[in-house]
T-cell receptor, first 115, second 112 residues
């Protein structure tokens, strides 16, 4: 069964450093998402991406964040200058369709720890 | 605003019993709802979904009920098994937006 994959599974970084989290969505999916989950809290939407541009973003997704689909398979989330409060699990998701017609399938997540 | 360190409600059931997990959603305009299961250290796993033009949908061992009048969603798991132990989240989608808005979550503990 096709699945979303993410790398790395864990990332430790120093405050102020840049990190890039990588995702390979399900191959025939066209909509891509990033979510995060701070420890003990609920999953929060960050950004959705379709047709090589951002469709929607949350208040969390400020100028420090960016997303890119550098090739036909990868989808990345970059945090330019990490802060302590960026420590969280980051989940990538993908769907074949958007809105209420597209079930989102999640990857296993990347645990980011900012020291 | 958001609470820090939300305390998850916990439901404990015996193996073989039925489980009912409830969720109150926030937006009366939401038209698509999904239940996800999250095991420790893993990403949310799709269980079942329902659209706002339905009030019940059944899957394998799971049933989702939607009451739009009181903005309430429930997940029923029949013959609960140890492998069902996880945190269960409801999520809603509104209009043409694709983002999922997740609920707080309920921890299901299955005892032998």
């Amino acid at each position: 069964e096709p699945e979303v994959t993410q790398t790395p599974s864990h990332q430790v970084t120093q405050m102020g450093q840049e990190v890039i989290l990588r995702c390979v969505p399900i191959s025939n999916h066209l909509y891509f998402y990033w979510y995060r989950q701070i420890l003990g809290q609920k999953v929060e939407f960050l950004v959705s991406f379709y047709n090589n541009e951002i469709s929607e973003k949350s208040e969390i997704f400020d100028d420090q964040f960016s997303v890119e689909r550098p090739d036909g398979s990868n989808f990345t989330l970059k945090i330019r200058s990490t802060k302590l409060e960026d420590s969280a699990m980051y989940f990538c998701a993908s769907s074949a369709s958007g809105g209420a017609h597209g079930t989102q399938y999640f990857g296993p997540g990347t645990r980011l720890l900012v020291l | 605003g958001e609470s820090v360190g939300l305390h998850l409600p916990t439901l404990s059931v015996q193996e073989g019993d039925n489980s009912i997990i409830n969720c109150a959603y926030s937006n009366s305009a939401s038209d698509y709802f999904i239940w996800y299961k999250q095991e420790s250290g893993k990403g949310p796993q799709f269980i079942i979904d329902i659209r706002s033009n339905m009030d019940k949908r059944q899957g394998q061992r799971v049933t989702v009920l939607l009451n739009k009048t009181v903005k309430h969603l429930s997940l029923q798991i029949a013959a609960t098994q140890p492998g069902d132990s996880a945190v269960y989240f409801c999520a809603e989608v509104t209009g043409t937006a694709s983002k999922l808005t997740f609920g707080t979550g309920t921890r299901l503990q299955v005892t032998l």
